[in-house]
């Protein structure tokens, strides 16, 4: 388990797993075994996130799915000082993000890599994503973001 | 003005403990009930109309007319989060307007306190598979991380600063003071400090979650109340003056893609309970705004039409906020941060609303007749939803 502000602060290998059957996330959650973020858009070019079997924008069930560069900017976050969940109660403090993507969705994610997560984030950071692995069989990776 | 006068708040309680164990949420809906019809005069039997926010362990209208005994002819279940009792006033001006009750109820009864419910900080996303859910959980966003998500934001697009937000807790703190009960429950709570604060104060407090303190966010107490909800028939013959609900207007809005977090669905809900009401900002006297955080409040101002978007710190700078200030008047009771926060706040909003333009607050500004409260419900950086409620006084 990583301490409170440790260097590199990064790895979490026992986070809570996405939950299925849940016929909307599947997809986007497969991409990230095969280390893809996935997105959709419908047929009017409108990206559709986070995964849903409409477009949001006119309720057209054609949606295409596409591969995210990974590369985004930090839209705001926050640095988690208390959080009595177990596994996250122990880390120490960490950062939750929306995390804008330069195809245009926006995902919450976590920022690792940096010292210090109170002092070395701030919006407009240019940062990319990477897939965390977890620990069990059969688990899903967790797209998380790094500043580039 | 020429406002419709179609529906009036006739009687209200606050159950006065934050700490109240031994007693079950639907024990303290209840006593609510009876002691808010007690308060407007009316009996037991006169309820037709029956709101329920799926609080407690009724199981919402389905089984709360069974726990109290009564047979409304109307019955509305809305959960909408903190601001469902915002929700349910705006229902009730609606249903009553249209003679489908005449004497309507909202209850509310909680033990969070007792049973140890960490709300702010107890991690999201341990429920079952939903399409939100598998996409947020992983990442151990709390309640309060995604609040203050929405101050960075703040701060980074318009300079707001943490000693402008610290200002609307120590406004609240001083109005606790007055009020016995919220220092009650502030010693029952066990405050390091049950005093008013200063910006310092709040400044030193721990962070929960950057940028936010300590003591700009809410408790979590035990507690509840009731509001009774008549036509103007029988608001003539009440023990009190009625006050008046004029407007009201409901939204909701989520996190979206390109979409601006620094402002609330209250931007879409507030212009509709002005226009109905026919009232503008610069005529309200109280503002009773769902202060689960300072960056709550200072949204809320923002759009509720108190100032521009963006302009808070200034307007916070400029000296309105506590009772013996001018201009707008700031959440007298004390607020969630300092009097009252169950985990669904909504309902004290309207009752110090109430208080106000009867003249009965702690913390009284002379010849309100315009109040203002805003509830909002869920998250303020995510899934959320403004509920508006215009109140006048008779």
Known sequence: ?148 | MAQERLAAIAGIHEYPLRVAPGVSSMQIKAESMKRALDDAGLDWGDVDGLYDALDGEGGGGLGLAAYLGIKPRLLDTTQVGGSSYEFHASHALRDIAAGRCNVAVTTYGSTAASMRVPIGTGGMGRGGASWQQNMEAPYGSTLISNYAMVAHRHMHEYGTTTEQLAQISVATRKHAMRNPEAVKAMTDLQFVKVDEITVEDVLESRVIADPLHLLECCMISDGGGAAVFVSPEIARDIKKKPVWIIGAGEATKYRENGGDITTSAGAQSAPAAYGQAGVTPDEIDIAMIYDSFSITVAVMLEDLGFCAKGEVGQFIEDGHLAFDQPGLTLNTDGGGLSSNHPGMRGLFLLLESVRQLRGESNSQVDGAKLAVAHGNGGLLGGTHTGGTVILAAD
């Open chain 1, 1 to 148: 388990m990583t301490k409170r502000f440790e260097k590199g602060h990064v790895n979490m290998a026992n986070r809570p797993q996405p939950s299925f059957p849940e016929p909307d996330t599947q997809h986007f959650w497969d991409g990230c075994k095969e280390g893809e973020l996935r997105y959709q858009t419908d047929s009017d070019g409108n990206v559709v996130f986070y995964p849903r079997g409409h477009s949001t924008v006119t309720g057209d069930r054609e949606l295409s799915w596409n591969v995210s560069s990974g590369m985004g900017t930090v839209y705001t976050y926050s640095v988690v000082r208390q959080n009595r969940m177990p596994g996250f109660q122990e880390l120490g403090a960490y950062a939750v993000a929306y995390i804008d993507l330069d195809e245009g969705f926006r995902m919450m994610s976590t920022i690792v890599g940096v010292d210090d997560p109170t002092t070395d984030i701030h919006i407009g950071q240019r940062v990319k994503v990477e897939f965390e692995e977890q620990a069990g069989e059969d688990s899903f990776p967790i797209p998380v973001f790094r500043p580039v």
